[in-house]
Antibody, heavy 119, light 110 residues
Framework: QVQLVQSGAELKEPGASVKVSCKAS????????THWVRQAPGQGLEWMGV????????SYAQKFQGRVTMTRDTSATTVYLELSSLRSDDTAVYFC????????????WGQGILVTVSS | QSALTQPASVSGSPGQSITISCTGT?????????VSWYQQHPDKAPKLIIY???NRPSGVSSRFSGSKSGNTASLTISGLQAEDEADYSC??????????FGTGTKVIVL
């Protein structure tokens, strides 16, 4: 069955970078889009961006432009999210989610990764 | 990039129907039939329950239905059940290959 398994929780200091992963299985990884969505404690979901099957084409929310990088390793069926210049308000659970190409909805989600930014 | 507007909470008694609104602009909700809804229980990942405004994925109860009028989309839960108590979020495609989520609504079953 379709599974998106994310890496473990992270604790980072302000100003640092974090790189988290999302490993896909149960489907043809290369043919799907992968999005990243975050949720701060007690807050709503926030779309961060998407990486397309090419692996080089991405689209990021304006809010994160310049601080976010999404990459993928096709052989490992894994997508990565790197966020730099971390601030305390980046503390959140980060989810990866799959999109069937051009469907414009997210049909499968990872379990989420808690990233805590604190000194 | 403002979030779509949803009520903070909606409540209802078992068996009743409730409706959650999701208001955007002509650049997102009003401009595309690409509104989807997600149910999220505490400490769980979101689950897709409605896509393309009004379509239900396989396995999702027919008690969930969606609609749209102008810049406002709506999710209706009929025959409310205790298990429906959760957070609900809408999302819409927005211009320039971006997406925007709603502020989220907590459904309380009285």
């Amino acid at each position: 069955q379709v599974q998106l398994v994310q890496s473990g929780a992270e604790l980072k200091e302000p100003g640092a970078s974090v790189k988290v992963s999302c490993k896909a299985s149960g489907y043809s990884f290369m043919n799907y889009y992968t999005h990243w969505v975050r949720q701060a404690p007690g807050q709503g979901l926030e779309w961060m961006g998407v990486i397309y099957p090419s692996g080089t084409e991405t689209s990021y929310a304006q809010k994160f432009q310049g601080r976010v990088t999404m990459t993928r390793d096709t052989s490992a069926t894994t997508v990565y999210l790197e966020l730099s210049s971390l601030r305390s308000d980046d503390t959140a659970v980060y989810f990866c989610a799959r999109e069937v190409p051009d469907s414009k909805y997210f049909d499968s989600w990872g379990q989420g990764i808690l990233v805590t930014v604190s000194s | 990039q403002s979030a779509l507007t949803q009520p903070a909470s909606v409540s209802g008694s078992p068996g009743q129907s409730i409706t959650i609104s999701c208001t955007g602009t002509t650049s997102d909700v009003g401009g595309y039939n690409s509104v989807s809804w997600y149910q999220q229980h505490p400490d769980k990942a979101p689950k897709l329950i409605i896509y393309d405004v009004s379509n239900r994925p396989s396995g999702v109860s027919s008690r969930f239905s969606g609609s749209k009028s102008g810049n406002t989309a709506s999710l209706t839960i009929s025959g409310l059940q205790a298990e429906d108590e959760a957070d609900y979020s809408c999302t819409s495609y927005r211009t320039s290959r971006t997406y925007v989520f709603g502020t989220g609504t907590k459904v309380i079953v009285l």
